[in-house]
């Protein structure tokens, strides 16, 4: 080091050298591997430790192909579905790593082949894409103001706020915003009609006011 | 979107037991032993070649042959086990040699016979059979192969499909020569090099799509029902 032992400015900084990083997968490809003979077997808990121990890794196998942690993320649940899909494929002889690593690749290179072909034929739309002659037409967002919104359906009657923010805002099924709140079908109907007449109202004489 | 502590409990949901897959070596044993049982009933129904006997004799005809059904063994066990995640790509060079044999052997013959084609060539009658045999062959010991790499969709379906259809090509090809005596070297090299080729090539072209078909009808995916909704 050419700084000096007693250089207070000196920084160490830890690298995993290849050899302790060898010795770290393969402990853990072991350990895998046994988890895996497991969940072949039927073993559930065994399985959800798996997938739980390897998603790190696979994350790490993504993240060195793609910056969008959406991309990572999708990439990750593909190579997960497809071990699913062949787990059967694995000799508990054989050892995990390169088996796993074989298949993550294999998703990954995939992956970034289709974003390939998908980049070279389409093209993301920007804001200038959005231009209408009618200069009304560009404003959708401006004149849409949240927090007016918000206050309106603040001013709802309990009933009518909440058939609203579960049908529209949280976008539930009747069905499921039926089960939730546990009224009628026809119930939450009329209350959701009656809100978005009663929003319109509010929203207008606010506007009027002005 | 899901998200992966949601496919985690969905993939542990569907984790029914599994049966492993048995060694590659006796997966190819067992598609092989169905090329026997296709070979062996053509053989009862249609009857071997009529001059077989007379043809064994003549050492290029049985280098020929051994090394047709040399190629198609080893493309099959190349292509078993080459479907397998972890296995190596350089299985793609074990029917290579066998493969070069073939090819020149059928060459060979082709350059000493050439004398000997005939203008009139081999009868329609023989050619429709030959196609016959050609179609009974290929079709079953794709749709085994199919099946029983259907899990190769998802890792390496092309180099699958390439092995497989030159492991069907192969034995093809050595059931054309057991079973038709077409021996203008012309049409040997037509029928076994072009079926060789068009079910190496179609194997290549289609073999991707096909395995995806195969696959989506056999496997169960976990995930369908999640993204319907």
Known sequence: MAAGPHNPNTFLTLVPGPQADKSRTTGAGEDWAALMALAQDGDRRA???????????????????FREPTDIDDAVQDVLLTIHLVRHTYD??????????????????????????????????????????????????????????????????PDQRRAITMLKLNEMSLKEAAAASGRSIVALKVATHRAVKNLRRLLKQESERR | MTKTPELIDALVADAAPVRRLRPPLLRAGLWLLLAAFVLGLIAIAHG??????????????VIGMCSALATGALAALASFRISLPDGSR?????????????????????????????????????????????????????????????????LRAFEVSILGGLAVAAVTSFALSLFHDLDAS????????????????????????????????????????????
């Not at chain 2, 012309?186 to 289609?206: D, P, R």
């Open chain 2, 90 to 154: 350089l299985w793609l060079l074990l029917p290579l040699p066998t493969l070069a044999l073939w090819v020149s052997t059928i060459g060979y013959g082709c350059l000493t016979d050439w004398v000997s084609v005939s203008s009139d060539g081999p009868a329609i009658g023989e050619a429709i059979r030959c196609f016959a045999t050609l179609l009974m062959t290929s079709v079953p010991l794709s749709i085994a192969m199919l099946v029983m790499l259907r899990y190769a969709a998802l």
């Open chain 2, 48 to 61: 071997v070649r009529p001059d077989l006997a007379e043809r064994l004799r003549q050492p290029l005809f």
């Open chain 1, 92 to 157: 508990p002889q054989r050892p995990f790593g390169p088996w796993l690593v074989a298949i993550a690749n294999r998703r990954i290179i995939d992956r970034l082949r289709r974003e390939t072909r998908r980049k070279a034929r389409e093209v993301v739309l920007t804001a200038n894409h959005e231009t209408f002659a009618d200069p009304a037409a560009n404003h959708s967002a401006g004149t849409f103001d949240e927090a007016r919104l918000a206050q309106a359906i603040d001013r709802l009657s």
């Open chain 1, 47 to 65: 399985y959800r430790k798996l997938l739980e121990s390897i998603t790190p890794y696979v994350r790490s196998l993504a993240a060195r192909c």
């Open chain 2, 186 to 229: 012309i049409t040997i090299l037509v029928w076994n090099l072009g079926t060789a080729a068009i079910i190496a090539g179609l194997a290549s072209l289609f073999g991707r799509s096909m395995f995806n078909w195969m696959a989506a009808r056999l496997m169960q995916n976990p995930m369908r029902p999640a993204a319907r909704r």
